[in-house]
C-alpha cells in the first residue's frame, strides 16, 4: 500500500476516490490483496485451481469497492470480505465444478471447531496427513471418501450442501447466510441438519 495514504481508513479512500483520485481504486486493491489470497486457499477443497480463485476474488473485490455504501454497509473490510467469498463461491457453482475432497487424506466432516469469528462453531474439515499410513490403508481411505462423498451427494439437500461446504473453508453460519442470500437461522438449522446426516452416513 502506497506509505502516502497509510493513515486514511477505507472509507475516506473510498470517498476520495468517488470525488476524482482513480489511482485509489490501486491502492484499495493491493491492500486487500492478501485477504483474496487467504479465501483463495481456503476455497481450494471445494474444487478449483487457486489462481482462478484469486482472479474471482479480485472482481469480487472491485465490486465491493464499486458498490460500497458507507451509510448503509458494514465496514469494508466486512463488505469486501463477503464480495470476495460471494464472488468466488458462485463462480465455482457457475462452473458446474464437482466438489472433491482430498483423496489422499482422511477427512473428518463431522469435528467441531469453537471460535470462529461470529462466535459460531463449523463442521470441521480436519486434514490429517497420511504420511505415516501404509499404501493400503491409504486405498482404503480412498474409497470410505469417494463412498461418503457419494452418500452426502444423495442424502443432503441442495441447501444442506451448500452450507455444508461453505463452512468447510472455515466461515461460520453468519457469513454464510449473506453468501448464500438466505437468513441466519435458516441457514443454521440447515448446517445443523448437514451435519446431523452426515454424522448418520459415517456411523
Same mark, same amino acid.
Request: proline share 1%.
Given at each position: 500500500?502506497? +506509505? ?11 470517498? /476520495? ?9 490501486? %491502492? ?17 477443497? &471445494? ?29 469494508f473490510a466486512t463488505f469486501a470480505s463477503l464480495c ?5 463461491? /458462485? ?8 466438489? +472433491?475432497m482430498p483423496l489422499n487424506t482422511y477427512v473428518s ?18 486434514? %490429517? ?18 463412498? &461418503? ?6 442424502? &443432503? ?5 451448500? %452450507? ?40
Open positions: 500500500m502506497d +506509505h502516502s495514504y497509510s493513515e486514511y481508513t477505507d472509507e475516506e479512500l473510498i470517498m /476520495n476516490m468517488r470525488e476524482g483520485d482513480n489511482k485509489l481504486v490501486d %491502492v484499495i486493491m493491493d491492500k486487500y490483496k492478501d485477504m483474496v489470497r487467504m479465501k483463495a486457499r481456503s476455497m481450494y477443497i &471445494l474444487g478449483a485451481e487457486p489462481e482462478d480463485l484469486i482472479q474471482e476474488g479480485m472482481i469480487g473485490l472491485f465490486k465491493a469497492v464499486r458498490d460500497y455504501d458507507t451509510g448503509r454497509d458494514a465496514s470476495v467469498s460471494r464472488q468466488m463461491y /458462485n463462480a465455482l457453482q457457475s462452473a458446474g465444478r464437482q466438489k +472433491h466432516l463431522y469435528g467441531e471447531r469453537d471460535g470462529d469469528s461470529d462466535g459460531s462453531s463449523a463442521v470441521a474439515v480436519d486434514v %490429517v496427513s497420511t504420511t505415516d499410513i501404509n499404501p493400503e490403508q491409504m486405498i482404503i481411505d480412498k474409497e470410505n471418501v469417494e463412498a &461418503l462423498e457419494k452418500a452426502i451427494e444423495e442424502n &443432503l439437500s441442495r441447501k444442506e450442501k451448500q %452450507v455444508l461446504e461453505l463452512s468447510m473453508t472455515g466461515m461460520g453460519y453468519v457469513e454464510i447466510a449473506k453468501v448464500l442470500g438466505i437468513d441466519e437461522k435458516s441457514t443454521d438449522n440447515a448446517l445443523q441438519r448437514a451435519r446431523s446426516k452426515v454424522k448418520k452416513l459415517i456411523f
